[in-house]
């Protein structure tokens, strides 16, 4: 059986800024692979540290479970072993970030192939069909800050799943972009997402455009200084 | 290696900002490079001078002195001597020399000992006890040519009449003009201690005899100092060109240390300016090297990125700095009142002074990039996902 992408339980992550505290729990959230998940919630609610913890970027102060396919990532935390979290990173995650998230300094093709060797999986032929399909095979040569924003969240999505990765964080991805492009760009995301068989991660303040692109809305719970992720386990 | 593709693809993103910084850093290097030129030029200039008259480089006694064998084997051992043969009594190996096709033709000549290996005789073959090198002077004195057969009268006074000593001699060669200033030959040491003997009257004694004195000349021209300190601490009064020779070379001494001090504070200029441009590149890269840090490159790759871009424009400056030190070095050499003068440059900027300034600039540069690569390493994966 393939292990899930992301398994997260009774993780608590507290978040200081300007003297104050903001606690999020994360009560349990298990995502299999293909499944689509968005996390919604108004700004301050925890959707940021809740990609940080989901993204092996910020460490816990407290995870019961915290598995990354199978890996032992609080173990990780535990060992201080930032290198090999990256490893896990490369390997396993995609991202998709408000205005694309691209390195500014590689074009399209790189960035989508630097993603390819950092998870070991080059593969030119699958880069250049993806980019067909997204509609940018044309885009390849071009660097970042020549593209529209719309081009440039394509550009994102064909990095953030050129490496086949098992989970896609992504980030307000819509944030920036017309209200009739970010369903195009939410429909885009979720269905190369399916064909892949990759997992979605969406945090975003638009529940009605990542509901009609078929994710499951999860709302954040806010509370005094603190925000709680009910539990999501599959049926 | 991907460090140094993100490396250089970070600088192919930002020409006009890498052109600058290789220029900048090329305005440091350029002036040092061109210093160690004209400190490479003026003493090397100096050191062509000195040298190109082998006669710098010779010590001669100038008193008799009675010099056993053992005393010239210990001294032609040491790797300071280039040439060394005993030579017999100053004042008395003279003789009268005439061509035997011009007689009435007569030069009076010192009788100089001479070996293989001379330096006075460059490319002139070993001679055999009846051949001779005559000085240019004498031989224009006696219109002398190569293989032209001479004697040599030597003159000795016997109570109250002369005995002389007539040697049929042939002229091997005549030597180059500054070879020696004075009328006289160069024979091989036999001719010079026979004449001795003769005029000592020890044609019989067959005891070994002390040499009177010596033909020195030091390997190099910086080993003179130390072989006239040498001789002197055995009581051996010398003359020689020690006190120029020593001259240059405090003036070389000199010279670097001046330079090194130049270069000290050139060099920490080019660190904290070139660590400066890193540094703020870093920070103003800072979320894109976050972003790679999401993306799962590992420390050492991001450390070594600011590395690779450090020795890029080291690399960079180096290559510049050594054109416009070129260009400087060219335009100073023909200025009127420096140079060129006798076919010599005053900087002189070659592999040596290109290549320390390389390899100089690549280590400075690795040095001045370590802040830099600290914060690299230290950049944080969950600011690559706050793209905002």
Partial sequence: ?235 | MRSLHLALADLRREPAFTLCSVLALAAVIAPLILLAGLRAGVIAGLKDDLSASPRTREIANIQNLALDPAWFEALAARPETGFLIPRTRLLAATGSLEAAARPGRIATVEILPTAPGDPLLPGIPAATDSQIIVTAAAAQRLALRPGDALRLRIIRRVGEGREVLALDLTTLAIAPAGAFDRDAIFAPPALGRRVQDFLDDRTADTTPRRAEGFRLHARRLEDVPTLVALLQSQGIETRSRADEVAALLALDRNLTAGFAVIALVGGTGFILGLGAALWASTARKRRTLSLLRLMGLDRTTLTLIPIWQGLAYALGGSLAGTALALAAAEAVNRLPLLGPNDGQNLARIGAPEFGAALALSLLAATLAATAAAQRAASADPAEGLRDE
Avoid at chain 1, 50 to 75: E, S, Y
Avoid at chain 1, 125 to 151: E, F, K, N, W, Y
Avoid at chain 1, 171 to 183: K, L, N, Q, R
């Fill in chain 1, 1 to 235: 059986m393939t292990e899930a992408p992301l398994v997260l339980e009774g993780v608590v992550a507290t978040r200081r800024a300007g003297g104050a505290a903001f606690t999020l729990t994360i009560e349990a959230l298990r995502l299999e692979a293909g499944s689509l998940v968005a996390v919604t919630g108004a700004s301050g609610t925890g959707k940021s540290t809740l990609l940080d913890i989901a993204a092996l970027a910020r460490r816990p102060d407290n995870a019961t479970v915290m598995a990354i396919c199978g890996t032992d990532a609080a173990a990780l935390w535990a060992r201080g072993a930032k290198d090999a979290l990256a490893t896990l990173r490369a390997r396993h995650f995609g991202y998709v970030l408000q205005t694309g998230g691209l390195v500014p300094f590689l074009s399209v093709g790189a960035n989508a192939a630097l993603a390819q060797d950092l998870a070991g999986r080059r593969d030119a032929a699958h880069l250049v069909a993806l980019a067909g399909t997204l509609g940018i095979d044309d885009l390849l040569a071009r660097m970042p800050a020549s593209l529209s924003v719309g081009q440039r969240q394509r550009a994102a999505i064909l990095r953030a799943l050129a490496h086949r990765p098992a989970l896609v964080l992504a980030d307000e991805p819509t944030a920036s972009v017309h209200p009739d492009m970010a369903a195009t760009i939410l429909a885009l995301l979720a269905d190369q997402a399916r064909q892949a068989g990759a997992a979605v991660l969406l945090a975003t303040h638009d529940a009605p455009a990542a509901r009609a692109a078929g994710f499951h809305e999860v709302p954040l719970q806010p509370g005094p200084a603190s925000s709680r992720l009910p539990a999501l386990l599959p049926a």
